[in-house]
């Protein structure tokens, strides 16, 4: 039996953040139960079976067990330990989702001006486009009766193209009748091709949002894609790819997983013992080779977990395979991802939005009031000998005291 501590005092160890070099092992588990309930119950069997987990200390002499309750208190706090972060991380994304609210509008705003700009600049060009051809117009003279041929057909085109010439001198931007016409049509057509674009691009933009959210509901394509025989998903740290194989695959040596820092290959022993490739390409970007693993999940798939070298979501696991929109995908990180001081900024941040809700005054609010409550009858102060007045004065959100006037 394997003692799991070896003489502890009453304070708990509680695991602060579980590796994620064992989600492989432990989603194998997983997935072949079926169930929570039923992946707890091997865990804890595994315990009691194992381990001195569930053994009682009978005297303090005793090197194996607990004191009675310990056990199970153990068990409790680091369920509340991950039940609060949890709750922490729900309130992080209605913060995150109150700011994109807050946002929306001006942007919103924004984009609904530009077709009145657009609107303006085209009828502008029109208006000038008509002066253009009514000074060009009045600049051209009659041609005289059909009976006057030869020399005045030729003054005729003479004087045209003179004024077209001398409207060009005086406008650069003058176009000729007939050019005119012929920009029209150039510019009507553009027009045309310039919408075709946009339906085109709405079009591939609503097929990709909706590709997405099917590929969000599946957990082995959150944040990926599924490809013919294999699956992806991704977290901003790593990668999780799932190859399919037989359902006579049952042997890790049956199978033969090579990754390099920014290629993976994939292949299975077939049933007359040859090797098939299943998946052999070039990552769209570099791994931390040695921190890479893998596992069998028996008739089913191969599990390789990736991990980036880089921080930043991944458009496509391959080189030359279809992209994904990173904009469609949860972006969002947990909390235990970050730093100390990012949590505890975020913590502050959510901290304050509670008070205001309360109609109570933030952090920073509470740090001035304090300073000048200390301040007030101090020697030299203007309120010496009077009671302690709050309303008398207000905190901006910098920090910055504003006496009121008497």
């Known amino acids: 039996m394997i003692p799991i501590f070896m003489r502890i005092s009453s304070a708990l160890f509680i695991v602060a953040k579980m590796s994620e070099k064992y989600d492989p092992a432990l989603l194998g588990i997983l997935q072949h139960e079926g169930k929570i309930e039923k992946f707890l119950n091997v865990i804890l069997s595994f ?24 056990s199970l208190k153990m068990l409790t706090a680091i369920f509340e330990q991950y039940d609060s972060q949890a709750k922490r991380d729900d309130e992080l994304r209605e913060a995150q989702a109150q700011q994109m609210t807050k946002t929306t509008p001006r942007t919103e705003q924004m984009t609904k001006t530009t077709p009145n700009t657009e609107q303006m600049k085209t009828s502008a060009e029109q208006a000038k486009a008509n002066v253009d051809d009514e000074t060009m117009e009045s600049h051209v003279a009659v041609k005289p009766d059909a009976s006057l041929e030869g020399s005045s057909d030729t003054a005729f085109v003479a004087e045209t193209n003179t ?16 050019d005119t016409q012929s920009t029209t049509a150039k510019a009507q057509a553009s027009g045309d091709q310039s919408a075709t674009k946009t339906d085109s691009k709405d079009t591939e933009d609503s097929h990709l949002t909706k590709q997405q959210a099917e590929f969000q509901s599946n957990p082995d394509s959150y944040n990926g894609a599924v490809r013919d025989n294999y699956s992806w998903a991704q977290s901003i740290t790593d990668l999780d790819v799932k190859v399919k194989v037989p359902s006579y695959i049952k042997k890790g040596r049956d199978v033969k997983v090579d990754i390099a820092k920014k290629h993976l290959k994939v292949s299975h022993k077939d049933d007359q013992g040859q090797w098939k490739v299943l998946v052999d390409g070039s990552l769209t970007w570099e791994v931390h080779k040695d921190e890479c693993i893998w596992t069998l999940n028996p008739g089913a798939n191969v599990q390789v977990t990736l991990e980036k070298r880089e921080e930043r979501w991944w458009e496509a696991l391959l080189d030359g395979e279809e992209k994904i929109s990173v904009r469609k995908i949860d972006a969002s990180r947990p909390m235990t991802d970050l730093d100390d001081e990012a949590q505890a900024k975020i913590e ?16 920073q609010e509470q740090k001035v009031q304090d300073i000048m409550k200390n301040a007030w009858d101090a020697e030299g102060s203007p309120f010496k000998g009077q009671a302690y007045d709050p309303s008398k004065f207000s905190v901006d959100p910098s920090g910055l005291i504003n006496m009121k006037p008497s």
């Open 47 to 70: 315990l009691y079976r194992r381990t001195d987990f569930y053994r009682i200390m009978k005297s303090r002499d005793d090197k194996l067990g607990f004191p009675p309750g310990v």
């Open 163 to 178: 004024n077209k010439q001398t409207q060009a001198a005086v406008n650069p931007e003058f176009i000729p009748h007939n």
């Open 348 to 363: 502050e941040m959510m901290y304050n939005d509670r008070r205001k809700k309360m109609g109570l005054p933030t952090s």
